[in-house]
């Protein structure tokens, strides 16, 4: 009883010294008011505040969106990575695509809390915008991510926390990333997350469809080279250790039509690398050539087609303009150039030449160590043809009309190109494929006819043959390479070609 009474009078004198306090409080709030300037009240009303605020466990770390004049990286990627974690307790959410882009973007609403668990520690963020105070002029609205946390886990959060989020952010951003293509004459840009931009050159997503599955190619060679771009992409440490320059050379030489530019969309689409169509025949000077190289982002292929012409006509326009001085690229300048620039700057980059005159080919292109890893797209095998077969007519397993079309394949040259034309040509299988065996027949026969005329006794003398017969009638080897295609029947090639200005082909 006694001690009852004991602690009913220790809560009374308790809450008349909390009562005496918010007096006081009171008292010298409206002291504040009276005597203060309204421009020190609100500083010392928070200052008050803080002092008689029970002391938090939590802290606070602000990420703002601006970091002085450049964005602010992390809340970039916090920005990204939140969007992973909206879960069924969130009320609101924010969803975006625009046009060009492949997903639909998903971000966290204003004020929204979103829970997070990192090693047992648990955080909690809050997206925060502010709208500007003054209506004189354009203020942007201030915007910024709150993240909270128990006080002893400051030391994890920043040091392990952050960079674990900033790392998520890039393999989302990479996962769900659209594989771009650069080209100079491309006057916007599109980017799925703002920012970007590639100088001076403009971009617009690669929507090219093939991959290595959709690919007609001998599967070891395809394999080799699925190999060879996982090794180079493993393998960043080894390049440093060993001095080396992390990039990588390909040549693709063969026929048009054999697939060297659907080649270097698969590599593009497996690696979730851009690529920069790089025109040498619009370039009139090396100071040009080094501004527009350094302007490639790293993850990148840089592709030169038809590397055979390209230098050629590069020198013949020099000649007709008539700049001063005559600043002639030659081709094995031009690869000193890019191996200077490897060396300086840029990692994980790889290069692709292509030709389909891999004979005619300046000597320093070939010479080992320069290319990395030569591959010959050539004329359609069965093993090619069953994959078109596939792509194009979802034949998987066996067709009563495979035996002849092997057959017929195997004694005439034909394109993976031709045979995607004529099973296009029809969306019935069976009659697709009769028009494919009487493709086949026509090639046979073409083959024949030219063995008779010329007499070359291999592929590449038949081709050869053909392709000097060109050059000698039309003496501009562009026209000759053009004549040369429709010669071949190939004319999807020579329509492709007239409509890019002769070298644009994604
Ligand atoms: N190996 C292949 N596998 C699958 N499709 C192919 C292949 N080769 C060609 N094609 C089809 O033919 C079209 C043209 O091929 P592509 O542009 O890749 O040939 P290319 O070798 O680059 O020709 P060019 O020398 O004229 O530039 C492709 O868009 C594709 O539809
Ligand atoms: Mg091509």
Redesign the pocket.
């Known amino acids: 009883m006694q001690a009852f009474s004991e602690m009913q009078s220790t809560a009374t004198s308790l809450f008349a010294a909390y009562a005496s306090l918010a007096a006081t409080m009171m008292l010298i709030r409206s002291m504040v008011n009276d005597i203060i300037p309204a421009s020190l009240q609100s500083y010392i009303q928070s200052f008050l505040a803080y002092l008689f605020t029970p002391i938090s466990n939590q802290i606070t770390i602000v990420i703002d969106e601006q970091s002085g004049m450049t964005r602010n990286q992390v809340y970039d990627s916090a920005e990204i990575y939140l969007g992973t974690k909206i879960s069924p307790a969130t009320e609101r959410f924010k969803v975006n695509k625009s046009p060009k882009q492949k997903n639909i973007n998903v971000s966290v609403e204003r004020d929204q809390p979103i829970a997070d668990t990192f090693r047992d520690i648990q955080l909690k963020w809050r997206f925060v915008s502010v709208e500007p105070q003054n209506d004189h002029g354009y203020t942007p609205e201030r915007r910024f991510f709150e993240l909270s946390f128990s006080k002893k886990h400051k030391d994890a959060v920043v040091n392990d926390y952050l960079p674990f989020i900033l790392e998520r952010a890039k393999e989302i951003k990479e996962n769900g990333r659209v594989v771009k293509l650069y080209t100079r004459d491309c006057p916007y840009t599109d980017d799925d997350y703002g920012g970007g931009g590639g100088g001076v050159w403009g971009s617009i997503n690669l929507d090219h469809p093939?991959t290595f599955e959709?690919?007609?190619?001998e599967p070891e060679m395809k394999r080799a080279v699925m190999e060879d771009l996982d090794r180079f992409v493993r393998r960043r440490e080894y390049y440093r250790k060993v001095g080396k320059a992390w990039k990588r050379g390909y040549l693709l030489y063969?026929p048009?039509?054999?697939?060297?530019?659907?080649?270097i969309a698969a590599m593009a689409n497996y690696l979730k690398f851009d690529i920069y169509d790089l025109e040498l025949t619009s370039l009139y000077s090396n100071s040009e050539l080094r501004r527009i190289l350094v302007s490639t982002t790293n993850r990148s292929i840089i592709v030169i087609?038809d590397i055979d012409c390209s230098v050629e006509m590069h020198d013949r326009q020099q000649e007709h303009v008539g700049h001063d001085p005559p600043t002639k690229l030659t081709l094995s300048g031009l690869l000193n150039f890019i191996d200077g620039l490897w060396s300086s700057c840029g990692d994980e980059r790889i290069i692709v030449f292509?030709t389909?005159f891999k004979d005619k080919l300046d000597p320093a292109l070939l010479r080992p160590g320069r290319m990395d890893m030569h591959i010959h797209?050539s004329y359609c095998t069965p093993q090619?043809f069953r994959?078109?077969a596939s792509n194009y007519h979802g034949i998987d397993g066996y067709h009563r009309l495979f035996g002849e079309i092997d057959s017929l394949i195997e004694n005439s040259q034909v394109?993976?190109?031709e045979i995607?034309e004529e099973l296009m040509r029809n969306e019935d299988a069976d009659l697709a494929l009769e028009g494919v065996i009487n493709l086949l027949k026509k090639k046979v026969a073409q083959t024949a006819e030219v063995k008779d005329v010329t007499c070359p006794t291999t592929p590449e003398q038949n081709e050869t043959a053909e392709e000097s017969s060109c050059v000698a009638e039309f003496q501009e080897p562009k026209k000759a390479k053009t004549e040369f295609?429709m010669r071949r029947g190939l004319k999807?090639?020579c329509r492709?070609?007239s409509n890019r200005g002769g070298k644009r082909?994604f």
């Open positions: 093939s959709t690919l007609a190619m063969g048009p039509g054999t697939g060297k530019s659907s080649l087609e292509t389909n797209m090619g994959i078109l394109t993976p190109a995607a295609v999807t090639s492709r070609r082909v």
